[in-house]
């Protein structure tokens, strides 16, 4: 049988080095659960899910109508959210960052995609399945947000990968 679909999300990527010393960092904590791959580091900003193959082209040419600024992003609390995520979270959301979510909101309910009803919640997972819940201050991971990017989801036999379809930059404020 042959997929018409892709597992698809909009996301901010975590910069190599960030995601090197997030990943040294989360190693040296001890955490449990299942660690997230240091490539597949990411904030979404908005998860589409299941989408027919035809719609792609739709989604590309929409995200490139998306103006936002760029601005810098820290990620500075470990929290423990939904059923087992271990995440960072910034203590303080950018409003430049909840202004593109809403951007690109907005345009996807144009293209009739629904997304979950939950508010956006930033957060960059670091394990999933966890049992014991972090809830301490956490080094500040910062970088600045120059571009975002949709990523398909896919499986493959060494796990989850996520490959980036399309990548999009962000003004200079």
Same mark, same amino acid.
């Given at each position: 049988m042959i997929d018409d679909t892709l597992r698809l999300f909009f996301a901010l990527p975590c910069p190599p080095a960030q995601a090197e010393a997030i990943c040294?960092?989360?190693?040296?904590?001890?955490?449990?659960?299942?660690?997230?791959?240091?490539?597949?580091? +990411?904030?979404?900003l908005a998860f589409i899910g299941e989408q027919p193959k035809n719609h792609l082209d739709a989604l590309l040419q929409m =995200?490139?109508?998306v103006r936002a600024d760029s601005f810098n992003l820290s990620?500075?609390?470990?929290?423990?959210?939904?059923?087992?995520?271990?995440?960072?979270?910034p203590s303080s959301t950018p409003c430049e960052l909840l202004q593109l979510v809403e951007a690109l909101t907005e345009?996807? =309910? =144009?293209?009739?995609?629904?997304?979950?009803c939950r508010p956006f919640l930033p957060h960059l997972t670091l394990s999933?399945?966890?049992r014991s819940r972090a809830q301490k201050p956490a080094p500040d991971f910062s970088w +600045?947000?120059?571009?975002?990017?949709?990523?398909?989801?896919?499986?493959?036999?060494?796990?989850?990968?996520?490959?980036?379809l399309g990548s999009w930059s962000l003004a200079a404020p």
């Open positions: 040294t960092w989360r190693d040296s904590q001890a955490l449990d659960g299942r660690a997230v791959a240091r490539v597949n580091l +990411h904030l979404t =995200a490139a109508t990620l500075d609390r470990l929290t423990t959210i939904g059923k087992g995520f271990i995440c960072l979270q345009r996807l =309910a =144009a293209l009739g995609v629904v997304l979950d999933r399945q966890a +600045h947000v120059d571009r975002f990017v949709l990523y398909r989801s896919r499986n493959t036999e060494d796990g989850v990968r996520y490959d980036e």
